[in-house]
């Protein structure tokens, strides 16, 4: 399958509920996109399908791209140490989870069973866990643990198969 062309139907960006999660002012771009070769972590058919990974310096303010409750945060794990990545995860209303990954060490800056808002600070950037690189690996699950679900950002220029490998893209 050629990268970023992963079978499913993803939903209108013009109507998404989702916002990219860092700040306007800020362009960052995709250094690994959706559906990516068979042999990488996005590979079409993984529960990882779907996600994107965003280059970004370690310790940039991570957004709530959608409002939601906490589930879990760790927060325990040095950049660069290779071993387990920090994490928050959000659940949303209709039920989908909303994963921020590889956060630095201390990156949550919120709590299990907060209610947190859109465009809320959640996280700060790292490079933790299996990670070669200070980047936000972001993706939504349908589910808790159900895999990756297409996305798309409302809130920047149009995205109809979500954000595109390679391309830098900014809050509008």
């Not at 409002?67 to 760790?74: C, D, H, N």
Request: hydrophobic share 35%; glycine share 12%; charged share 15%.
């Amino acid at each position: 399958m050629q990268p970023g062309m992963c079978p499913g139907s993803y939903p209108d960006w013009t109507t998404s509920p989702y916002n990219l999660p860092w700040a306007a002012g800020s362009s960052f771009k995709v250094g690994q996109g959706s559906c990516t070769g068979a042999a990488d972590s996005h590979a079409a058919g993984t529960s990882d399908a779907f996600a994107i990974d965003i280059d970004m310096p370690i310790g940039t303010k991570v957004l709530a791209a959608r409002a939601g409750t906490v589930t879990a945060i760790e927060g325990q794990y040095q950049d660069g140490s290779k071993q387990k990545a920090n994490f928050v995860k959000i659940q949303h209303d209709d039920g989908t989870v909303a994963q921020y990954f590889h956060l630095t060490m201390n990156g949550p800056q919120v709590s299990v069973g907060e209610r947190v808002t859109q465009g809320q600070i959640v996280a700060l950037s790292g490079n933790t866990g299996d990670s070669s690189q200070p980047h936000l690996h972001f993706q939504v699950d349908a589910c808790a643990g159900q895999g990756s679900i297409p996305v798309t950002f409302k809130n920047t220029v149009p995205n109809p198969r979500g954000l595109l490998e390679g391309r830098a893209y900014a809050p509008q």
